[in-house]
């Protein structure tokens, strides 16, 4: 409706592209969407960087840097822009400059939590554990109220790290009757626990699911674990390349 009244409206295309992104996996149609919107506003900064997020959903790595890049020049106070950036350069397997992005949005908005969590995830990937432990638990101690997936996120990351029982505490906070049947945030926790096993059922039927019944309205989360974005050297092993394989991933 906003497009009819006004097809000038950079804006209205990229919203039309997260719908169709996210909701309805549509991503030809995406990709359109995206595509106008950026013609009809280059400047806008957020526009860039949600395109950015749409090319990297899309594994086009190289490209979605350069609209990352595009979006932190033009707005380069915005500690969003980082996190979302460093989580292009993330997913694409470079953890330093992911990690340097987190830092730039912590240095600009120092009380946002899951800034620290997120560098944590960039450590972690770069086998520094001690630094991914002390920003873990800074984003523990100031990241209040914490969203479900942020809970979820950190319990993960504190198994990867070797704490398995704040992982348990974490996820012994979290009521199951939260969890989507087809999300695949319970598998996350159960790895962050150490329970592999229960992960990989899971998993298993989640993927199962989704070959039978299509992807869930939100295909993030499971792209996280498709492409493997935080290097989790766990999600590399045979049996869970199997079923990430199932996805479409690639090598």
């Given at each position: 409706r906003a497009i009819d009244l006004d097809p000038t409206i950079g804006m209205a295309y990229a919203e039309r592209g997260l719908v169709y992104r996210r909701y309805y996996g549509q991503q030809d149609e995406a990709r359109i969407a995206y595509k106008r919107a950026v013609e009809l506003s280059p400047s806008d900064a957020e526009i860039l960087i949600e395109y950015a997020r749409f090319l990297a959903y899309n594994e086009e790595y190289a490209e979605a840097i350069l609209f990352g890049k595009r979006a932190i020049a033009i707005d380069p106070e915005d500690f969003a822009h980082h996190d979302r950036l460093g989580i292009v350069y993330l997913t694409a397997g470079d953890s330093p400059a992911a990690a340097g992005q987190f830092r730039l949005g912590i240095n600009i908005n120092p009380a946002a939590g899951s800034g620290y969590m997120l560098l944590?995830?960039?450590?972690?990937?770069?086998?520094?554990?001690?630094?991914?432990?002390?920003?873990?638990?800074?984003?523990?101690?100031?990241?209040?109220?914490?969203?479900?997936?942020?809970?979820?996120?950190m319990a993960y990351l504190y198994g990867r790290l070797g704490d398995p029982d704040q992982a348990a505490r974490l996820v012994a906070q979290l009521d199951d009757s939260i969890f989507d049947p087809l999300d695949p945030d319970r598998a996350f926790?159960?790895?962050?626990?150490?329970?592999?096993?229960?992960?990989?059922?899971?998993?298993?039927?989640?993927?199962?699911?989704?070959?039978?019944?299509?992807?869930?309205?939100?295909p993030g989360p499971i792209n996280e674990f498709k492409v493997n974005w935080s290097r989790d050297p766990v999600l590399d092993q045979p049996e869970f390349v199997e079923v990430r394989s199932r996805l479409g991933f690639r090598e």
């Open positions: 944590a995830t960039a450590e972690a990937a770069n086998g520094n554990t001690a630094g991914a432990r002390d920003n873990l638990n800074r984003a523990l101690q100031i990241w209040q109220p914490t969203p479900v997936w942020g809970k979820v996120s926790a159960l790895l962050g626990t150490g329970d592999r096993e229960g992960a990989l059922r899971e998993w298993t039927d989640l993927v199962n699911s989704y070959l039978e019944e299509g992807l869930p309205a939100d």
